[in-house]
């Protein structure tokens, strides 16, 4: 006879108890791929609600970044 019963618990707790140690054993992926995905997700969503108004930027903000960066002294002094 055992002299220790088995403890019945829930499945409901043991999964919890297996999610929360997952998470906590994978914390630096999680958050990577979290800082990765929000900004995605916010330029799809704007660009969607951009269409849906039917407002088209045609590359005006992206040829005024990438004209400000070739003029930057100071990112070329970086570079080289």
């Known amino acids: 006879m055992n002299p220790y019963p088995e403890r019945k618990t829930s499945k409901r707790i043991d999964f919890f108890t297996n999610l929360k140690n997952y998470l906590y054993c994978r914390k630096l992926p999680l958050l990577i791929t979290i800082a990765y ?44």
């Open 37 to 80: 995905t929000t900004p995605v997700l916010v330029v799809l969503l704007q660009r969607f609600w951009q269409y849906e108004v039917f407002y088209y930027d045609h590359g005006y903000t992206e040829s005024a970044a990438y004209q400000a960066a070739q003029r930057s002294t100071f990112i070329k002094s970086i570079l080289i």
